[in-house]
C-alpha cells in the first residue's frame, strides 16, 4: 500500500490544541514551602494561575484563644521563621499598647538591633534563593555563609539559631551577652563591602539581567489595591516604610534611608533588597555606638491581665507591614488574637502578575515576590 | 489629626458611632454592615483619603459577629481608621467588597473560611486555609472538634 502524499503545509489542517493544568507543588523547590500553584498553561503561555495554600496552617489565631500572652511570643517565632523577632515584636508592641507599658530605653535598642539582623539574615536567605531559582548557585554558598554569622550572634544572645523567643512584653529577655558587641562590630566591618560582590556576581551577569529585567511588573495602583506591602511595594516606587513613616521604638533616632526603586519589576524589587542589607547594616552600627546604659525589662505584673480593650499594633517586617490585632476582655488569655501578614496580601497580586507570562519567568516572579509560606498559612 | 475630623465624619455617618481609640486613628462603628460598601466610597473621598485596606478581619462577639476593617490612606499611611460592622449570628450574610479592594478577595474567603460569615456578591466564595470538605468555622466561639485537647477546667 502506497501511502498518501502530504498535504501541501498551507492546507493542513489546523492543529486542535487545548490548554493544560498543571500543578506546580505543593513541593517544589521555587515555592519555599508547601504550597500549590494550578497553572493552566496554552503553550509555554499562562492563562491563569491559582495559588492554593494552607498546607502548614495550624490554627494559630484559634490557639491564641487557649494560651495567655506571654505563652504566645514563642508561637509568633513560627509565622515568619526567618525574621522571627520582628513577628515577637508586633506582638509585644501590641501587649504594651492594651496595657500602656513603656518599654525601656535600652530594650528598645536592644530590640532595633536584633531586628534588623533579622531583617539582613532574612534578606540574605532570600537573595541566595532568589539565585538559585534563576540557576545561580554560587549566590546561595555566599549568602548562607554570612548568614550563619549572624546566626552565631543570636546563639551567643539567646541560645538559640532560628526561633529565639528573645522579645517579652516590656522589654528583652536577657541583656547583651560579653563580647556580643565587639562580634557584631567585626561582623558588620567585614559585611560592609559584600553587598556590592552580591551584585557583581548578580547584576552584573546578563542572564540574570535578562530573566529579571521588565518581568512581573507591578502597577502601584494594583499594588495598593492588592495591600502589597513592604520591599515588594517599594520596587514599585511607593515609599512606604513604617520605620520612617510611622516611626516607633528607638527609629526616630536613626540615619538611613528608605529605598525605593521606580520600575516595579523583578529587578527592581531585587535592588530593593539589596539596598536595604546596607541600610540595616547601617542601622545596627549606629545603635551598637548609642546603646543607651538602664534595664532591659519594664515592671509588669507576673500575671499579665490587660485591661479590656483592643490594640492593633504593627512593624515593618522583612516583607512587609506585620500586624497584631488583640482584643482583651480582662482575662489572662485574649479573646481575639488576628495575625495581620505581609505575604498573604502580598501574594494575593500573583493571578494578576502571573497572567500572560511565560513559563520561565513564573519561578523569577515568585521568586521577587518573596513570600514565606507559614506565614500565610498561619 | 485635625480636632474636628470626628465631627467631619460623625456628620459624614450619622447612624454610626464615631470615636477616637487612643493612637489607633478614628473608629467608626457602623449600624449594620449594608452600609459597609458605602461607607468606604465615602471614607476613599478626598476629604477623608482612607482608601486602602490594611487589613481585613471579623470577631465573634457571642451574641453576633462584628467585622473589623483597618484602613490607611496611601497619601499619608500615619492615617489610620478602623471601620466595624455587626452582623447577625443567624443570617451571618455581608456585604462583598472585591469590586473595591482587590485583597478583599482572600481576605473575604478567610473570613468565610474561619467564621462562616457569607460575602454576597463575592466571585468565588471557598474555603482558603482548611480543607475543602472540613465542618464549622474553628473561629466561632461555639466551635467544636472532639479533636481539640480539653484541659481540666476550661
Known amino acids: 500500500m502506497n501511502p498518501s502524499p502530504m498535504p501541501p503545509l498551507d492546507q493542513a489542517p489546523a492543529l486542535a490544541t487545548e490548554t493544560l493544568t498543571l500543578n506546580m507543588g505543593p513541593q517544589h523547590p521555587s515555592t519555599h514551602g508547601a504550597m500549590r500553584l494550578i497553572l493552566k498553561l496554552d503553550g509555554e503561555r499562562v492563562v491563569s494561575a491559582q495559588p492554593d495554600f494552607g498546607y502548614v496552617h495550624r490554627g494559630m489565631e484559634k490557639m491564641a484563644e487557649a494560651l495567655t500572652y506571654p505563652q504566645y511570643i514563642y508561637l509568633t517565632d513560627r509565622l515568619d521563621y526567618l525574621s522571627s523577632i520582628l513577628n515577637e515584636w508586633s506582638f509585644c508592641l501590641a501587649c504594651e499598647t492594651l496595657a500602656g507599658i513603656q518599654v525601656p530605653r535600652r530594650a528598645e535598642y536592644l530590640r532595633v538591633i536584633t531586628g534588623e539582623l533579622c531583617r539582613l539574615s532574612s534578606h540574605l536567605v532570600w537573595l541566595g534563593s532568589m539565585g538559585m531559582d534563576l540557576g545561580a548557585f554560587t549566590p546561595l554558598t555566599y549568602t548562607f555563609r554570612e548568614r550563619e554569622m549572624i546566626l552565631d550572634l543570636f546563639d551567643l544572645l539567646c541560645g538559640q539559631r532560628m526561633t529565639f523567643n528573645y522579645l517579652r512584653i516590656g522589654g528583652v529577655s536577657r541583656d547583651l551577652p560579653a563580647g556580643f558587641a565587639d562580634q557584631a562590630r567585626k561582623f558588620l566591618r567585614y559585611f560592609e563591602r559584600l553587598p556590592d560582590v552580591y551584585d557583581q556576581i548578580l547584576s552584573d551577569n546578563a542572564i540574570f539581567l535578562q530573566r529579571m529585567r521588565g518581568v512581573g511588573v507591578l502597577d502601584p495602583a494594583i499594588a495598593r489595591s492588592h495591600a502589597v506591602t513592604g520591599p515588594s511595594l517599594r520596587g514599585s516606587g511607593m515609599a512606604l516604610d513604617l520605620r520612617r513613616s510611622e516611626p516607633y521604638s528607638a527609629y526616630p533616632e536613626f540615619q538611613f534611608d528608605v529605598v525605593t526603586r521606580a520600575d516595579g519589576d523583578a529587578l527592581a524589587r531585587y535592588q530593593v533588597r539589596v539596598e536595604e542589607m546596607k541600610q540595616s547594616a547601617r542601622i545596627v552600627a549606629q545603635a551598637l555606638d548609642g546603646l543607651p546604659e538602664g534595664e532591659v525589662q519594664a515592671k509588669v505584673p507576673r500575671v499579665f491581665k490587660p485591661p479590656v480593650g483592643e490594640a492593633y499594633a504593627r512593624v515593618e517586617s522583612s516583607r512587609g507591614i506585620q500586624g497584631f490585632y488583640l482584643a482583651s476582655d480582662g482575662t489572662v488569655k485574649p479573646t481575639r488574637c488576628r495575625i495581620r501578614v505581609p505575604s498573604f496580601a502580598n501574594l494575593s497580586v500573583l493571578p494578576k502578575l502571573l497572567a500572560g507570562v511565560k513559563v520561565a519567568d513564573v519561578v523569577a516572579i515568585l521568586g521577587s515576590l518573596d513570600f514565606i509560606v507559614p506565614e500565610i498559612d498561619r | ?154
Open chain 2, 1 to 154: 489629626m485635625p480636632d474636628n475630623l470626628l465631627e467631619q465624619l460623625q456628620s459624614a455617618f450619622p447612624g454610626a458611632q464615631v470615636s477616637e481609640q487612643g493612637g489607633f486613628g478614628p473608629l467608626v462603628g457602623l449600624a449594620a454592615a449594608d452600609a459597609l460598601a458605602a461607607a468606604c466610597e465615602t471614607l476613599a473621598r478626598p476629604e477623608f483619603g482612607w482608601d486602602t485596606v490594611e487589613d481585613y478581619t471579623a470577631r465573634d462577639l457571642g451574641t453576633s459577629f462584628e467585622l473589623v476593617l483597618h484602613l490607611v490612606s496611601s497619601a499619608d499611611v500615619r492615617r489610620r481608621l478602623t471601620v466595624k460592622a455587626p452582623i447577625a449570628r443567624e443570617t451571618a450574610q455581608a456585604p462583598s467588597l472585591v469590586s473595591r479592594f482587590g485583597c478583599a478577595e482572600w481576605y473575604e474567603r478567610e473570613i468565610f473560611d474561619l467564621f462562616g460569615i457569607r460575602f454576597d456578591g463575592h466571585p468565588d466564595l471557598r474555603r482558603i486555609l482548611l480543607p475543602e470538605d472540613w465542618s464549622g468555622h474553628p473561629l466561632r466561639k461555639d466551635y467544636q472538634d472532639e479533636r481539640l485537647l480539653r484541659r481540666p477546667g476550661n
